[in-house]
């Protein structure tokens, strides 16, 4: 019944940026959290940054500085802002919350 979409991913040149969003339905605010995710080709999945509803947020120590998430009033978006993207942030990117994920959306950076 929870439903999470990810949109704004593509292709972007290293040092730029781009805003992803996480449509999310269905679900009640007794939830903690939620996260951000992503997964390369060949590697394990990987957290990136969460935001519970409190407005507590929490990031991967790498990515303080360059990544940030935040949310809309009523929960039904919540984004990630990504500053000073490296190739090496190329990866799926997926939204999650409690059990249930999204379908991903591809962030690429590459020159």
């Known amino acids: 019944q929870v439903q999470l979409v990810e949109s704004g991913g593509g292709l972007v040149q290293p040092g730029g940026s781009l805003r992803l969003s996480c449509a999310a339905s269905?679900?009640?605010?007794?939830?903690?959290?939620i996260g951000w995710y992503r997964q390369a080709p060949g590697k394990q999945r990987e957290f990136v940054a969460r935001?519970?509803?409190?407005?507590?947020?929490d990031y991967a120590d790498s990515l303080k500085g360059r990544f940030t998430i935040s949310r809309d009033n009523a929960w039904k978006t919540v984004f990630l802002q990504m500053n000073s993207l490296k190739p090496e942030d190329t990866a799926v990117y997926y939204c999650?919350?409690?059990?249930?994920w999204g379908q991903g959306t591809q962030v690429t950076v590459s020159s």
């Open positions: 269905g679900f009640t605010l007794d939830y903690y959290a």
């Open positions: 999650n919350i409690g059990k249930y």
């Open positions: 935001i519970s509803h409190s407005d507590t947020t």
